[in-house]
Every structure is written in structure tokens, then in C-alpha cells.
Nanobody, 110 residues
Framework: VQLQASGGGLVQAGRSLRLSCRAPANIFNSDNVDWYRQAPGKRREWVATVSRGGATDYAHSVNGRFAIWRDNARNTVYLQMNTLKPEDTGDYYC?????WGQGTLVTVSS
């Protein structure tokens, strides 16, 4: 597994979770890092991106609640998810270019 995503779990609405995505240095530094999610029965959707230079971009649905950043010393990208809502439930995936990690499940109960 080239990308290791972790940090998912079951939380109540309004709480927070932090996801991590770690990669080997040569992959980590090769491209932007994206987070996607897929809710049950729905299409995969883009959540956030951090560029190699640290610039960030967010989907409208998470803007202001989620934060993405990269720790270059640890070859890790983090996705801090605050004020979680039941509609944030899904499998979360990190991707670097065309390389995808396995999903980590986030379940938000109401």
C-alpha cells in the first residue's frame, strides 16, 4: 500500500475527527494531495486539495469546517474535520496524482 489513510471512526454530530494520509517521500512530493469521500449509494466526491506549495482548496460543502495541510517532514497530509454532520458520513480516500489509498470510514451519528 503506497498511501496509508487513517483516522476514521464513529462520532456524534458536532464533534471532530482528524484524518491522516502518509506516503513515501517520492510519491508525497510528486503532486497535489486530494481527499475524496463516498457516501453509501452515492458517487465519490472531491473534498479538499493541498498543493505541493501548501495552497488549499475545499468543496463548498466542507468549506469553513474542514482544514487540510501537509507536514512535509512526516510525508503526511492531514484533514481536520470539525462540526461534523451526518451527511459527512462516508469512506474517505486520499489521492496523489493517480495513486489512491484505501478508504477510512467516517460515520457521523445524529
Amino acid at each position: 500500500v503506497q498511501l496509508q489513510a487513517s483516522g476514521g471512526g464513529l462520532v456524534q454530530a458536532g464533534r471532530s475527527l482528524r484524518l491522516s494520509c502518509r506516503a513515501p517521500a517520492n510519491i508525497f512530493n510528486s503532486d497535489n494531495v486530494d481527499w475524496y469521500r463516498q457516501a453509501p449509494g452515492k458517487r465519490r466526491e472531491w473534498v479538499a486539495t493541498v498543493s505541493r506549495g501548501g495552497a488549499t482548496d475545499y468543496a463548498h460543502s466542507v468549506n469553513g469546517r474542514f482544514a487540510i495541510w501537509r507536514d512535509n517532514a512526516r510525508n503526511t497530509v492531514y484533514l481536520q474535520m470539525n462540526t461534523l454532520k451526518p451527511e459527512d458520513t462516508g469512506d474517505y480516500y486520499c489521492a496523489i496524482g493517480k495513486i489512491w489509498g484505501q478508504g477510512t470510514l467516517v460515520t457521523v451519528s445524529s
